[in-house]
């Protein structure tokens, strides 16, 4: 059974920075495309960041594009999403997902394994 356990949210002041934390069970991570989106109240689940499989190349929203980055670690068979320079508009519960795609896709359809989320909210 495949599951993925989101950490490392919390509240944090505008131009903050936070370390968000995808833990991998049951699949292998370096074998799928891994992304990651977030969801505000009222608003729909959007892309924020994602990995390509093997050679790890990577693709960004334009709303968090030189800002965030998004890693994997083999080893600990994890990902990462690293966010800096953080504003109030980016407050939300940030989820990771895991796709059989071949390329980063930012389309929450086609990702078939979700973490629980992970809430972050940036003040003003």
């Known amino acids: 059974q495949v599951q993925l356990v989101e950490s490392g949210g919390g509240l944090v002041q505008a131009g903050g920075s936070l370390r968000l934390s995808c833990a991998a069970s049951?699949?292998?991570?370096?074998?799928?495309?891994a992304g990651w989106f977030r969801q505000a109240p009222g608003k729909e689940r959007e892309f924020v960041a994602g990995?390509?499989?093997?050679?790890?190349?990577?693709r960004y929203a334009d709303s968090v594009k030189g800002r965030f980055g998004v890693s994997r670690d083999n080893d600990k068979n994890a990902i990462y999403l690293q966010m800096n320079s953080l504003k109030p508009e980016d407050t939300a519960v940030y989820y990771c997902?895991?796709?059989?795609?071949?390329?980063?896709?930012?389309?929450?359809?086609?990702?078939?394994?979700w973490g629980q989320g992970t809430q972050v909210t940036v003040s003003s």
């Open positions: 990995i390509s499989r093997y050679v790890s190349s990577t």
């Open positions: 997902a895991t796709s059989n795609t071949g390329l980063v896709m930012p389309t929450p359809s086609a990702y078939n394994y």
């Open positions: 049951g699949r292998i991570l370096v074998n799928y495309i």
